[in-house]
């Protein structure tokens, strides 16, 4: 049974940065695609990042095209998420999930909150 978890929200300045981790665990990390999500208080959850990890292919949506970066760290089965220039519509809960093709979402991990204030 494959697992997920993520670290790394807070409080952030607008303008600032943070940097999101997902690890996964119990399954071949190399199998998989992974992908970063948000939703927004009153809003659908919706596609930030997707990368698959065998190859490094990558996905951003525009809101956060040149922004964030996406990157796989193969030794300690960790994705992060680097998000820079963060602005107030950034704040949201943050999810990571295993993803298949077309980074659509199977397994989710719990979700990390990012706040970003003016």
């Known amino acids: 049974e494959v697992q997920v978890e993520e670290s790394g929200g807070g409080l952030a300045q607008a303008g600032g940065s943070l940097r999101l981790s997902c690890v996964t665990s119990?399954?071949?990390?190399?199998?998989?695609?992974i992908g970063w999500f948000r939703q927004a208080p009153g809003k659908e959850r919706k596609a930030v990042a997707c990368?698959?990890?065998?190859?490094?292919?990558?996905y951003y949506s525009d809101p956060v095209k040149a922004r964030f970066i996406i990157s796989v760290d193969r030794a300690r089965n960790t994705v992060f998420l680097q998000m820079n220039n963060l602005k107030r519509e950034d704040t949201a809960v943050y999810y990571c999930a295993v993803v298949g093709p077309s980074c659509v979402p199977h397994i989710w991990g719990q979700g990390t909150q990012v706040t970003v204030v003016s």
């Open positions: 990368v698959t990890v065998d190859d490094g292919f990558t």
């Open positions: 119990g399954d071949t990390f190399s199998d998989h695609g």
